[in-house]
């Protein structure tokens, strides 16, 4: 459809501008509803004669509307500035006019306006909107407003925000509209107007009395309309009647957690993020502009406030999406991730500067829907250094995502330091500085990375991927049995191997080892249920080690290092694996050194096969991951046994029932290395439980003891020689503790300054470290944890 539309076009669209098709009006114009020859309705506004706005500004300014695209801005698609000649009737006489035609085109919203739900035609239905529907709402005005403000080149000031000149769509998502009164300014400056416009309900008192217009004018009408959302159209009203600003916000809170009640499974949450919309509202409406806040801080606040990880739509489309990762460290003080499963990317944001600050990014649905998602993650010093938009084409996507990590400021657990992103059409990045340890995902075949998940603080510090296994650049019948391929990891020479006939299950897995994987041999069935044996890929040497899978066990996870390796100098080997299913873990095989590299699945994925390079030994391994759904019990207790990491040296230590519920605390006595670990720990019934110390006596003492509402939720380590005299004597040379209160302990021990095999323990994104098992002697050997992931810790 042209932009610049001529007015026969319009009338005949609106059958010439029927009161029949009026579908609103206000101060600036009538609303027609417009219906196109293929059925699409659009609205037509049609303006009243606007004094002091000549033809070129007209143009100027509505055609800069035609670049404001976000999902939670109303859609501008055209305009008409006409003038011509028309008979109309003067005392009775036919008189020929100059009619000028000023009109604006938009998208159509059949639900109406924000007005209709609060106190018109849809009062009573507003009641029944539950507060996941009006928090939303709410997230959506603040984020199209933070687009107004801040995602231009020129900052746009609304001035007229209210209930009526906000839109819903058919899923209650609110896009923000009629800037008939709005104007670019620079964000930060104040000007003064000797006009009034918009609604004096909403204006700011600075406005009313001075005439001041600066961003805080939006953010004080912004106030209200959070108000009106939470209590009523009378919100602002009853406000005013109390006594203090705290008793509004206990009442209102009060309420909303009668109202809740436990109609939801996160009452609890869901109240805390009721209070905190009623306190940013009510700072939203000082008196002092000064005292407002600015739209990302509020951003910034609501997304602290979703502090449970949101699981991607349980509809089929989540089972066309493999869900791999994280990579990163082991801090970060929130868990984000998207909602609706993800088909192709289209744009992404990278924030960044010493390190990655943040990460946001667009996406479209399997329904064609566009989402956005972020910003996850901190602005880094003076707002964030660089801000990067990368824009993907229509037949562009991402099949390698590539970086680094490692420690920084205050976080010594470690944050992504760097990234790169590959598409089929070139490369883009790197974006931070290129330091610490390298990671790469590829993807294989037709595949692509198509959505993101992350933990995040101030800093990007872990993130994980959404793959796509088909991207489709051409409409096609969806494959039901899509795989994800991933990888390779190591030296891409020698002979290439691979399969012929897609996985269904992993059923086995033998690999040869002794200080490198020498071979690699499967075994897996197929959608019919034939069963194929592949392999050996690789040379004779080395131990052999069979791994069955049950038939409720589904390989979940691969670790291991690639490297030099001295009979192979001039290609790298893969010199370590270790296998995780979802009951046990089994390794690691060969003897480790070089670069680390992991491929965790998450949601109910698994690795059901593998390609690769293989002569004498196995240069390079990558997977095959099956994004359905398993058909694996969920664990009855919720609590899940990961590790060791470390060697086999050593006495064997577990938790004794009762088991355990909530971290009390953790002491480590170290010195060069780390001789021993204490720990306590709280079970079901409240008992406090001390295990330990397990471990020698050596060394200093560190006790770390946890807050009520602290929890750890990871670890970060190293493990190697005890001594330059003992190189065959490997235990824990370093230990790093991080919580979900973005503290840090440690490093305990040297190991941390250079030295050792690094590894991550990480706790479940829904839950936690609660306790550790390990193996000990003089010195602590090896260690793994216990992690819980029950929905309600304390």
């Known amino acids: 459809m042209p932009t610049d539309l001529p007015v026969h076009f319009l009338e005949d669209i609106t059958k010439k501008f029927s009161d029949h098709q009026i579908v609103g009006s206000g101060g600036y114009g009538q609303v027609y509803k417009g219906v196109l020859t293929n059925g699409t309705e659009i609205a037509v506004k049609k303006l009243y004669d606007l004094r002091g706005l000549d033809d070129v500004q007209f143009s100027n300014e509505f055609s800069n509307l035609m670049r404001v695209q976000h999902k939670n801005i109303v859609?501008?698609?055209?305009?008409?500035?006409?003038?011509?000649?028309?008979?109309?009737?003067?005392?009775?006489?036919?008189?020929?006019?100059?009619?000028?035609?000023?009109?604006?085109?938009?998208?159509?919203?059949?639900?109406?306006?924000?007005?209709?739900?609060?106190?018109?035609?849809?009062?009573?239905?507003?009641?029944?909107?539950?507060?996941?529907?009006?928090?939303?709402?709410?997230?959506?005005?603040?984020?199209?407003?933070?687009?107004?403000?801040?995602?231009?080149?020129?900052?746009?000031?609304?001035?007229?925000?209210?209930?009526?000149?906000?839109?819903?769509?058919?899923?209650?998502?609110?896009?923000?509209?009629?800037?008939?009164?709005?104007?670019?300014?620079?964000?930060?400056?104040?000007?003064?107007?000797?006009?009034?416009?918009?609604?004096?309900?909403?204006?700011?008192?600075?406005?009313?009395?001075?005439?001041?217009?600066?961003?805080k004018n939006d953010i004080f009408s912004l106030g209200i309309i959070i108000i009106q959302i939470m209590v009523g159209h009378k919100g602002y009203s009853k406000y005013g009647e109390m006594s203090s600003t705290q008793q509004f916000v206990d009442l209102v809170a009060n309420n909303w957690r009668n109202r809740i009640g436990d109609t939801s499974m996160h009452a609890k949450e869901e109240c805390q993020q009721v209070k905190k919309c009623v306190e940013i509202a009510v700072r939203c409406v000082e008196v002092d502009r000064h005292s407002r806040p600015a739209i990302n801080d509020i951003i910034h606040e609501l997304k602290q406030t979703e502090i449970y990880t949101r699981a991607v739509s349980s509809s089929q489309d989540q089972a066309k999406v493999a869900k791999i990762g994280l990579w990163g460290g082991a801090g970060g003080s929130s868990h984000y991730d998207i909602e609706v499963a993800p088909r192709r990317l289209e744009s992404l944001i990278i924030s960044s500067g010493e390190v990655i600050y943040s990460l946001e990014f667009s996406y479209i649905d399997h329904s064609g829907q566009q989402h956005t998602s972020g910003t996850w993650g901190g602005y880094g010093p003076n707002k964030g250094n660089k801000r990067t938009k990368i824009q993907l084409g229509l037949i562009e996507y991402v099949t390698e995502v590539s970086g680094t990590i490692g420690p920084f400021d205050r976080a010594p657990a470690g944050v992504i330091t760097s990234l790169t992103f590959i598409t089929n059409k070139g490369s883009y990045g790197p974006f931070g500085e290129v330091r610490g340890t390298p990671f790469h995902i590829p993807v294989q075949d037709n595949g692509s990375i198509v959505g993101f998940f992350a933990r995040a603080g101030w800093y990007v510090d872990a993130f994980g991927i959404y793959v796509n296994p088909k991207q489709k650049t051409v409409e096609d019948d969806d494959d039901e049995d899509s795989l994800a391929k991933i990888g390779p990891w190591g030296w891409n020479g020698g002979s290439h191997r691979d399969i012929k006939v897609a996985p269904r299950r992993l059923e086995s897995v033998t690999i040869h080892s002794g200080n490198v994987i020498d071979s690699l041999e499967f075994s897996y069935s197929d959608r019919d249920g034939q069963k194929h044996s592949i392999g050996p890929w690789g040379g004779l040497g080395g131990t052999a080690y069979t791994i069955e899978l049950g038939p409720l066990e589904f390989l979940t996870g691969i670790c291991g290092t690639m490297g030099p390796f001295n009979e192979a100098?001039?290609?790298?080997?893969?010199?370590?694996?270790?296998?995780?299913?979802?009951?046990?873990?089994?390794?690691?095989?060969?003897?480790?050194?070089?670069?680390?590299?992991?491929?965790?699945?998450?949601?109910?994925?698994?690795?059901?096969?593998?390609?690769?390079?293989?002569?004498?030994?196995?240069?390079?391994?990558?997977?095959?991951?099956?994004?359905?759904?398993?058909?694996?019990?969920?664990?009855?207790?919720?609590?899940?046994?990961?590790?060791?990491?470390?060697?086999?040296?050593?006495?064997?230590?577990?938790?004794?029932?009762?088991?355990?519920?909530?971290?009390?605390?953790?002491?480590?006595?170290?010195?060069?290395?780390?001789?021993?670990?204490?720990?306590?720990?709280?079970?079901?019934?409240?008992?406090?439980?001390?295990?330990?110390?397990?471990?020698?006596?050596?060394?200093?003492?560190?006790?770390?003891?946890?807050?009520?509402?602290?929890?750890?939720?990871?670890?970060?380590?190293?493990?190697?020689?005890?001594?330059?005299?003992?190189?065959?004597?490997?235990?824990?040379?370093?230990?790093?503790?991080?919580?979900?209160?973005?503290?840090?302990?440690?490093?305990?021990?040297?190991?941390?300054?250079?030295?050792?095999?690094?590894?991550?323990?990480?706790?479940?994104?829904?839950?936690?470290?609660?306790?550790?098992?390990?193996?000990?002697?003089?010195?602590?050997?090896?260690?793994?944890?216990?992690?819980?992931?029950?929905?309600?810790?304390?």
């Open 75 to 215: 859609r501008f698609i055209g305009y008409c500035n006409e003038a011509r000649h028309e008979l109309m009737e003067v005392n009775g006489e036919d008189v020929l006019c100059k009619m000028i035609y000023k009109v604006l085109c938009f998208e159509y919203l059949p639900r109406g306006s924000l007005e209709n739900y609060l106190h018109g035609e849809y009062g009573e239905e507003s009641r029944g909107l539950d507060w996941c529907t009006r928090y939303k709402i709410i997230m959506g005005i603040c984020e199209g407003l933070s687009y107004l403000h801040g995602g231009l080149e020129e900052p746009i000031l609304h001035l007229d925000l209210k209930p009526a000149n906000i839109l819903l769509d058919n899923n209650m998502v609110p896009k923000i509209a009629d800037f008939g009164v709005s104007r670019p300014f620079g964000g930060s400056h104040t000007h003064t107007t000797k006009v009034c416009v918009g609604s004096e309900y909403y204006m700011a008192p600075e406005y009313l009395a001075q005439r001041k217009i600066s961003n």
């Open 569 to 794: 100098p001039d290609r790298d080997v893969v010199t370590s694996l270790t296998l995780i299913t979802n009951a046990r873990r089994r390794g690691p095989f060969g003897r480790g050194g070089g670069s680390p590299f992991q491929i965790p699945m998450r949601g109910n994925g698994s690795i059901v096969g593998f390609f690769g390079c293989a002569d004498s030994f196995v240069h390079a391994i990558g997977v095959y991951a099956n994004p359905h759904l398993q058909e694996a019990p969920a664990p009855q207790t919720g609590l899940t046994r990961i590790g060791p990491w470390g060697r086999s040296g050593g006495e064997s230590h577990y938790v004794d029932a009762p088991e355990p519920h909530r971290l009390v605390s953790v002491t480590i006595r170290s010195g060069d290395v780390i001789d021993s670990i204490e720990f306590s720990y709280a079970d079901h019934d409240g008992s406090e439980q001390v295990v330990g110390p397990w471990g020698g006596p050596g060394g200093n003492a560190y006790k770390i003891e946890l807050m009520p509402l602290e929890s750890l939720q990871g670890i970060t380590g190293t493990f190697g020689p005890l001594d330059a005299a003992s190189p065959d004597t490997v235990v824990i040379t370093s230990l790093t503790f991080s919580t979900n209160q973005c503290l840090s302990y440690g490093p305990f021990g040297q190991g941390a300054g250079g030295g050792g095999t690094p590894f991550t323990a990480p706790g479940e994104s829904d839950g936690c470290i609660v306790g550790f098992f390990a193996r000990a002697g003089c010195y602590l050997d090896a260690l793994g944890v216990y992690t819980r992931t029950d929905a309600q810790l304390y």
